[in-house]
């Protein structure tokens, strides 16, 4: 390296960074949305077919498409352009570890909201009405369509997988006999339960709106003689009878005072010695980290009523519900889990 080369200020870079992120996220966000993974699945193709496939001008998807090379999702040679594995798994809308869903609701829909982060942190409110005009329930805005539900639970669905098989072995959960997954979407954590625990059964309990798609995916799934699926609304129905209660990515999307509603009706319904599986990220006991749980929380604010929280702060809400243990272990996905027995 030549004397005059300088070495960057790691303050700049690391600010540079930061500026170009949501330029990064949006590179991957228009190519999933435009189609150019699901295009490239089998075969590489050269840009003028690409082009003419898309409907896109040449120029500029020449520039998207250099860009997902630069962000590590695709490559090219003589024969074209190829998506790399990360593409083929997690970005074509036909893999089954798609996480396309949560892309398209992030594109569609985060984005926008998280535009007006600055009004959300004065106010503390998340931004449906400003973005979209609407003020109703939280899941009316996100279940507001066929598509627009699909794509939320889909969304759900994809970190799902990746998190449910980690959350259920995060304890010995083989002393329950029936696993009851409160607002459990697809059923990925009922199924992940009934996988790993031979004798367990499941409920996979929510909303009438969820419920064709979880009889959808319960219904393709290895163990779907021993999963019910029930409607219902966890704050104001009767909760199905089980020893052991799920609630995964809920308490953050509520108030206080709805979580405190919640986990009463559970503690109320669960026989001595029954259990409350929690999955969420938890906070480190400072707050300091992970991101992945600080970003989290983040969304919460611009598109619900709750937040993330430290494992202490789940204990306090859980024992003031009744509780008498409470015991939390992270895992290496999207989720952690913490376990309450009454
Ligand atoms: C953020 S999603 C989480 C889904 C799932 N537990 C997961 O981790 O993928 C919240 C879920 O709660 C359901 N839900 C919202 N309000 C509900 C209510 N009052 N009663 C039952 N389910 C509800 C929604 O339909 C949605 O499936």
Redesign the pocket.
Known sequence: MSDNVKTPDPDVTLVRELLEANRRSKTMFAAVSLGIFDALKDQPKTLATLAAELNCNADALERLLDANIGVALLEKSSAGYKNRSAANKYLTSTSPQRLTGYIKYSNDVLWKLWGHLEDAVREGKHRWTQVYGWDGPI?TNFFRDEVAKRDF?FG??G??LLSSPEVVAAFDLSRFKTIC??????G??TIAACERYPSMRGIV???A??APLAREIVGESKVADRIQIVE????ADELPKADLYAV???LH?WSEVKIKLLLKRIYDRLPTGGGLLI?EKLLNADKTGPGWAQMQSLNMLVCTEGKERTLAEYEALLKSAGFKTVDGRTTNSPLDATLAVK
Do not use: E, Q
């Open positions: 899941f639970l759900m669905h970190y799902g997954d409160l607002g459990g979407a697809t990925h954590l309990f929510d909303l709106a969820a219902g609304d966890f704050f995964g990515r809920i999307d999955a």
